[in-house]
């Protein structure tokens, strides 16, 4: 299946974090999310974009939650939203995680991408083949961190 559909609605979200929100852009920003520190964003809202009951979504989450702890990694609460906020999946930002592992829990939950950054770039993996598209991120004004 063809990611193209998926990669404007990736590029054009609004992703948040801990105490910061940012969205991402082709041009240097100077930004670096979660100071710095390698990270990624992975979801089990929704697989492969089909939408799924709140019940079911949050049971999906749970799992995600779980699969995190077992395998030890430092995480934090995040969410993925497109601008106008019709379009809403917690998820968990997660540090210290290398590319693959990070790409591997994307697989395992069904999801067409994932993001994984460091430093001042952040990058659009995508499950189904490993491909990157790189971008900055873009600092967006928070309303007191996760809605």
Not at 16 to 21: E, F, I, K, L, P
Not at 70 to 77: F, Y
Request: contains cysteine.
């Amino acid at each position: 299946m063809s990611t193209q559909p998926f990669a404007e609605v990736y590029k054009n979200a609004v992703y948040r974090g801990g105490d910061m929100a940012f969205s991402l852009s082709e041009t240097p920003t100077g930004t670096q999310p979660f100071a710095g520190r390698r990270f990624a964003f992975v979801t089990a809202y929704n697989p492969r974009s089909q939408p799924l009951s709140g019940e079911e979504n949050q049971k999906r989450h749970r799992e995600l939650e779980r699969e995190i702890q077992r395998l030890g990694l430092e995480s934090a609460p995040g969410s993925g939203a497109s601008p106008d906020g019709s379009w809403f999946e917690e998820g968990f930002i997660l540090f210290g995680v290398g590319l693959e592992p990070a790409l591997e829990l994307g697989r395992r939950f069904e999801q067409h991408a994932i993001l994984w950054g460091e430093g001042g770039k952040v990058g659009l993996a995508w499950c189904e083949d490993g491909r990157i598209e790189w971008f900055y991120p873009q600092a967006l004004p928070t309303e007191g961190g996760i809605p």
